[in-house]
């Protein structure tokens, strides 16, 4: 069935609000990592777990608002108990299943880890035509609840997805220098095609995370396999472009001098060259840039793929950095499944924020997947994004209907 497209859009204001009304956390953002999860946790980084700690690291991918967030739970529920924080001993119930598919690749791999160490999740199928056994059973000895288990080649695909609540899609070859992620339309649309009907056929209701490039692409792809399966919900397709704010937060701070964990940029449009716009202007904390700055800013995180490409010279594009990339989105679709009612990430969906069908934009995330458009973001732009935005339409509407034209032309197998 057809889920309707159409979410509510949410301003400024209301996200104010919504914050004001759950109150547990003081100092929320609409930036997609709270935490308010119905489930106890854990810290299985060898840290004390976080009930008894400040947990404030600054290497956490949970970032501030969720180990404050995740700290006030353990102390609200100690508060209601009677119990003694430091005393409290949080019961784990991981629950999720997440499939990688593509799990044996430079981003798979470190994926795959990041996602082990997860509290929410009680299954972890790594899914990949080789390599995949024992990357299994190296990860299945970390003692944290997941159960890992491996499966390879088309005959068990759609073992590794029976389930499965988050599917994440990193299968598919990476650009060398000199290429453009288009360049990888070829291999990849075919890859992502076969997949997502596997997806289509096995966990229909599961959240689809597409990191395959080109993303501008690919996902309009999964769209159409998905309508020609009858099984598409625009609500749980995502291309993850939260690389992009991430690597629009790093160079913030470092280029103003801000706590890392303290920044906050959203980045719209789509995932190649102009198509990545971050909004400089609605970082968060306010920051003032000069016309300098921005240009600088602006260009360095359009370009970050490419200078990593470049910096490896032949062997990759970004594996590492992606992958804690893909395990926040991952984790932020898991606590919006567990109920978190405040959480927000940017991604490249199905949206009616401009002209184009995919666009990407924060969204916030609840149990059935996008629940809300943040449209507050594209309102008073500065006359630079303005422009950049018109600037990336072409070509981003031009890499969606190449995703559409091809699914279209290759039917999906029964
Ligand atoms: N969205 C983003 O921000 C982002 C960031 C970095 C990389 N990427 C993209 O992610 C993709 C993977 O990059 P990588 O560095 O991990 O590449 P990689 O070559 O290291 O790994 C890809 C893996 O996919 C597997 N694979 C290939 N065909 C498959 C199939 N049909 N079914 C299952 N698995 C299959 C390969 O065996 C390999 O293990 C590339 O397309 C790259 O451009 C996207
Ligand atoms: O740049 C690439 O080809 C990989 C990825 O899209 C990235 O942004 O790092």
């Known amino acids: 069935?057809?889920?309707?497209?159409?979410?509510?859009?949410?301003?400024?204001?209301?996200?104010?609000?919504?914050?004001?009304?759950?109150?547990?956390?003081?100092?929320?953002?609409?930036?997609?990592?709270?935490?308010?999860?119905?489930?106890?946790?854990?810290?299985?980084?060898?840290?004390?777990?976080?009930?008894?700690?400040?947990?404030?690291?600054?290497?956490?991918?949970?970032?501030?608002?969720?180990?404050?967030?995740?700290?006030?739970?353990?102390?609200?529920?100690?508060?209601?108990?009677?119990?003694?924080?430091?005393?409290?001993?949080?019961?784990?119930?991981?629950?999720?299943?997440?499939?990688?598919?593509?799990?044996?690749?430079?981003?798979?791999?470190?994926?795959?880890?990041?996602?082990?160490?997860?509290?929410?999740?009680?299954?972890?199928?790594?899914?990949?035509?080789?390599?995949?056994?024992?990357?299994?059973?190296?990860?299945?000895?970390?003692?944290?609840?997941?159960?890992?288990?491996?499966?390879?080649?088309?005959?068990?695909?759609?073992?590794?997805?029976?389930?499965?609540?988050?599917?994440?899609?990193?299968?598919?070859?990476?650009?060398?220098?000199?290429?453009?992620?288009?360049?990888?339309?070829?291999?990849?649309?075919?890859?992502?095609?076969?997949?997502?009907?596997?997806?289509?056929?096995?966990?229909?209701?599961?959240?689809?995370?597409?990191?395959?490039?080109?993303?501008?692409?690919?996902?309009?792809?999964?769209?159409?396999?998905?309508?020609?399966?009858?099984?598409?919900?625009?609500?749980k397709l995502f291309g993850v472009t939260t690389l992009d704010v991430v690597r629009a937060n790093t160079f913030v701070a470092q280029k103003k001098g801000l706590r890392l964990i303290d920044v906050d940029v959203p980045v719209i449009g789509g995932h190649a060259g102009i198509t990545i716009l971050p909004l400089l202007s609605k970082t968060k904390p306010a920051v003032s840039f000069t016309n300098e700055e921005i240009k600088e800013l602006t260009v360095r995180i359009q370009n970050a793929g490419t200078e990593v490409v470049e910096a490896k010279a032949g062997a990759g594009s970004a594996t590492l950095s992606m992958a804690y990339a893909a395990a926040r989105f991952v984790e932020s679709s898991l606590r919006a499944l567990d109920g978190d009612s405040d959480v927000y990430e940017c991604s490249f969906v199905q949206s009616e924020l401009s002209e184009l069908p995919f666009f990407a934009s924060r969204v916030k995330l609840g149990k059935n997947g996008i629940e809300a458009f943040v449209n507050s973001d594209l309102q008073g732009l500065t006359d630079y994004e303005s422009a950049a935005l018109e600037a990336l339409k072409p070509e981003l509407k031009s890499s969606i209907e190449k995703g559409v034209a091809f699914a279209n032309k290759q039917p999906v197998n029964a």
């Open 1 to 235: 069935m057809m889920a309707a497209a159409a979410s509510a859009n949410i301003t400024s204001a209301s996200i104010a609000s919504y914050n004001v009304k759950v109150g547990m956390v003081p100092k929320l953002k609409p930036s997609g990592l709270q935490m308010k999860s119905t489930h106890d946790f854990r810290n299985f980084s060898g840290l004390k777990q976080a009930a008894s700690v400040s947990c404030e690291s600054e290497a956490s991918f949970l970032g501030k608002d969720s180990v404050i967030a995740l700290r006030n739970s353990f102390e609200t529920k100690a508060v209601k108990q009677n119990i003694n924080t430091v005393a409290m001993q949080p019961k784990v119930q991981a629950s999720f299943k997440v499939a990688v598919l593509g799990a044996g690749g430079g981003i798979g791999q470190p994926l795959a880890l990041l996602v082990k160490m997860s509290p929410l999740v009680g299954h972890l199928n790594l899914y990949d035509i080789a390599n995949v056994k024992g990357v299994a059973a190296d990860l299945s000895h970390c003692n944290t609840p997941s159960e890992v288990l491996p499966f390879t080649g088309p005959e068990q695909l759609g073992d590794a997805l029976k389930g499965v609540d988050v599917v994440v899609i990193p299968a598919g070859v990476p650009r060398k220098p000199g290429m453009t992620r288009d360049d990888l339309f070829n291999i990849n649309a075919g890859i992502v095609k076969t997949l997502v009907e596997a997806v289509a056929d096995n966990c229909p209701d599961a959240f689809i995370h597409i990191i395959s490039n080109p993303v501008n692409s690919t996902v309009p792809i999964a769209a159409e396999v998905l309508k020609q399966k009858g099984v598409y919900n625009p609500k």
